[in-house]
């Protein structure tokens, strides 16, 4: 079975921090996904990358950049972190098979 | 733009007692339509995907439909384990592969 691993499930940060948010899949998948989840809204999608090095902005990206140097890691960067970033940030990546979902990471911006 | 609207927003159930939720759908050309369960405070976890009108797939209490238009996902006799979020979402194919979601149907089922 696909693994995909989110390194934190809670974290609280301070108005104007530097976040960063990691995520690790151990199939060699090529297709990897951001996706935050608010009450009312659903998942919305914030990146996703389809290669090393290769990007794409999804529905929500304003305020968020996002990394991926190695096939396996694909990190979320929110460059200077705001209240209205609080929420449940979701990872994914994509196998022939279909997608596999991180645990999250709840996020709190104070 | 890919649209999904599940229905009801919540559904509250008696231990053994079926029924249904709905996942409507509006995509240029359908790649792939998935249900997700959700348990509070967790990432979805995989339940189906359906890729075309007419097909069913089943999973011990649970099975699920798809039509051109919308897809259900039936609960047969339910247990209180079986309360979660429900999410559906659909792949309308390209070059990302990007899911999008439907707000889900919260479950509950009352022993």
């Known amino acids: 079975d696909v693994k995909v691993t989110q390194s934190s499930r809670y974290l609280v940060k301070r108005t104007g921090e530097k976040v960063f948010l990691e995520c690790v899949q151990d199939?060699?998948?090529?297709?990897m996904f951001w996706y935050r989840q608010d009450p009312g809204l659903g998942l919305r999608l914030i990146y996703f990358?389809?290669?090393?090095?290769?990007?794409e902005k999804g529905d929500i990206p304003e305020g968020y950049s996002v990394s991926r140097e190695k096939k396996e890691r694909f990190s979320l960067i929110l460059e200077s972190a705001s209240t209205n970033q609080t929420s449940m940030y979701l990872c994914?990546?994509?196998?022939?098979?279909?997608?596999?979902f991180g645990s999250g990471t709840r996020l709190t911006v104070v | 733009e890919d649209q999904v609207t599940q229905s009801p927003e919540a559904l509250r159930l008696q231990e053994g007692e079926s029924s249904s939720l709905n996942c409507s759908y509006t995509?240029?050309?359908?790649?792939?339509l998935f249900w997700y369960r959700q348990d509070p405070g967790k990432g979805p976890e995989f339940l189906f995907t359906?890729?075309?009108a007419g097909e069913e797939k089943e999973k011990e209490r649970l099975k699920a439909t798809l039509t051109k238009k919308e897809s259900f996902l039936h609960i047969t006799a339910p247990k209180p384990e079986d309360s979660a979020t429900y999410l559906c979402?659909?792949?309308?194919?390209?070059?990302?592969?990007?899911?999008?979601f439907g707000k889900g149907t919260l479950l509950t089922v009352n022993p």
């Open positions: 359906l890729y075309s």
């Open positions: 994914a990546s994509r196998s022939y098979y279909g997608y596999t």
């Open positions: 979402a659909v792949n309308s194919g390209g070059s990302n592969y990007k899911l999008t």
């Open positions: 990358s389809y290669d090393v090095k290769m990007k």
């Open positions: 995509v240029s050309g359908l790649r792939g």
């Open positions: 199939m060699d998948h090529e297709n």
